[in-house]
């Protein structure tokens, strides 16, 4: 089995900060390629950024100069520091990694049940 657990959602202010962090575990071989992924109600799900295994990145423009993405490999972590935060950020973030289970030698790609972030005064 294969599982990833995202948090570090929450409330914040216009112009604060989050953090969040994803943790995949299970039986894995190995992590290809790891982002994050949001939606907010209303509207269509949207890239938000996305990290490969040789630690090459990629944002989507909504959030370029703002988010930066980021991973562990020795603890099967990938991180999404978020500044500058504005209202149009509100949404559920999702967490997703193409994995290799160690039972299964083929890349599949997993997704996270979602952390809730609000941008508010």
């Known amino acids: 089995q294969v599982q990833l657990v995202e948090s570090g959602g929450g409330l914040v202010q216009p112009g604060g900060s989050l953090r969040l962090s994803c943790v995949a575990s299970?039986?894995?071989?190995?992590?290809?390629?790891m982002g994050w992924s949001r939606q907010a109600p209303g509207k269509e799900r949207e890239l938000v950024a996305t990290?490969?295994?040789?630690?090459?990145?990629t944002y989507g423009n909504s959030v370029k100069g703002r988010f930066s993405i980021s991973r562990d490999n020795a603890k099967n972590t990938v991180n999404l520091q978020m500044n500058s935060l504005k209202p149009e950020d509100t949404a559920a973030y999702y967490c997703y990694a193409r994995i290799v289970r160690t039972d299964w030698r083929t890349e599949y790609p997993y997704w996270g049940l979602g952390t809730q972030v609000t941008v508010s005064s």
């Open positions: 990290i490969t295994g040789d630690n090459i990145a």
């Open positions: 299970g039986s894995i071989f190995s992590i290809n390629t």
